[in-house]
């Protein structure tokens, strides 16, 4: 694999805006979930919501891409300086030099909602400003953001549920080893809709307090939205020396059950181990595992197993979705993420939330918060009906 770093990152979810808020809540260990009050969902649950008044309307050139999804995705490029060094690495490596691959579950899915609701009253007609391509399509959220840098680059979107934008630094890292980008726009982003609420509902999914992952009493999921995206470049001898490097990187796909996870966690153990066969590491060498965590019964026990199976009981692991929710297709991005800042800045985020940890669990779970240089983490974001993506985070120099 061509060996690339984090030139760039931004995040935006309800515990923080920007890198430096999400820091704080994880140190805080200060949640973003509350009671749902989405638009009219009534539902005994908690979701992770960014404030509407944060939502601004997309750049007004862009207006045919205006949805939830992209208003988020804007929120996000706009934090930490991402915005710029995108135009400064567009400009230095040009326009068509510059991929974007992205990853969704339910774009603008939202907007379509809405729409619905507007029908003709005699025809059923949708009204005429819905502009589906720009919206609900899962290529909305690329073209909104090649549109918004001019960049004409190659541009995919993923949408493998959970594991989506995880999985686009594969497609990014193997794009540049081919030589057709010089760098890329990774990443993903994920809206909150009343499809998706009701659907985890009709499950039994969601759980009626803010998500407690591996906890012995939990008992579902937080759904949240948000974005995370990370400006990937080659790796030279320019690379800052505490850069964050992707340095493996594992998929698999259980093709076990159109919803569940393989029992005995099967496909999630065959990611975690191609991507550190791709990093050329050992399982002991890695010092934090950021699970995927989602808080349901059946998800948490086949990780604990595929997890205790490739490295055994001694690595410290947490979840972070008791922060941000489960923001489905972003939370790959949102994850690899928060593992760069355990790494850039020495802690291991204990599990907000979770107050016993289920004593049938094997793993080395971690409550608090804890001081400790971690200078490989794996980052696993496992998507709805087994499709996997583990990715192996290294420090430049380490």
């Known amino acids: 694999m061509q060996r690339v770093f984090f030139s760039r990152m931004a995040i935006a979810s309800s515990a923080g805006i920007g890198l430096e808020a999400s820091l704080e809540a994880l140190r805080e260990r200060r949640s973003g979930l509350a009671p749902c009050r989405f638009e009219t969902a009534e539902l005994r649950t908690c979701v992770g919501q960014i404030p509407d008044e944060r939502l601004a309307p997309v750049r007004a050139d862009l207006t045919t ?145 803010p998500c407690r992952p591996f906890d012995a009493q939990r008992d579902g999921i937080s759904i949240g939205e948000g974005a995370g995206f990370v400006l990937l470049e080659k790796s030279d001898a320019h690379t800052p020396p505490d850069a964050v490097r992707l340095l493996g990187i594992g998929e698999s796909g259980d093709a076990y059950h159109m919803s569940s996870p393989h029992a005995e966690g099967l496909g999630a153990r065959l990611a975690m181990e191609r991507a550190l066969k791709d990093a050329g590491i050992a399982p002991q060498a890695i010092d934090y595992i950021n699970l995927h965590g989602t808080g349901t019964r059946s998800n948490d026990a086949t990780e604990d197993k595929a997890v205790f199976a490739v490295f055994g009981g001694d690595t410290p692991c947490s979840s972070t979705k008791g922060w941000t929710g489960h923001t489905l297709g972003a939370c790959g991005a949102i994850g690899a993420i928060i593992s760069a800042l355990a790494i850039g800045h020495g802690f291991l985020p204990g599990s907000v939330n979770t107050r016993t940890v289920d004593a049938t669990m094997k793993l080395r779970y971690l409550l608090e918060n804890r001081p400790a240089s971690a200078n490989l983490v794996i980052s696993n974001a496992f998507g709805f009906g087994g499709t996997n993506c583990s990715l192996v985070l290294g420090r430049a120099g380490g």
Not at 191 to 196: D, K, N, P
């Open 65 to 209: 891409f205006d949805c939830r999804n992209n208003r988020i995705a804007q929120l996000c490029l706009r934090q930490d300086g991402f915005e710029n060094a995108v135009i400064e690495s567009r400009d230095r490596h040009g326009a068509g030099r510059i991929g974007v691959f992205l990853g969704t579950s339910t774009s603008g899915i939202l907007s379509t909602e809405l729409a619905y609701r507007r029908r003709d009253p005699v025809s059923g007609a949708l009204p005429p400003d819905f502009r589906y391509a720009g919206t609900q399509n899962s290529f909305s959220l690329a073209g909104f953001v090649q549109s918004y840098f001019a960049l004409t680059g190659p541009a995919v979107v993923v949408s493998t549920a959970c594991s989506s934008s995880a999985k686009v630094f594969g497609n990014a890292a193997r794009m540049i080893a081919a030589g057709l980008c010089d760098a890329a726009l990774v990443g993903g982003a994920d809206s909150l809709c009343l499809t998706t609420l009701y659907g985890f509902a009709s499950l039994g999914l969601l759980s009626t307090s």
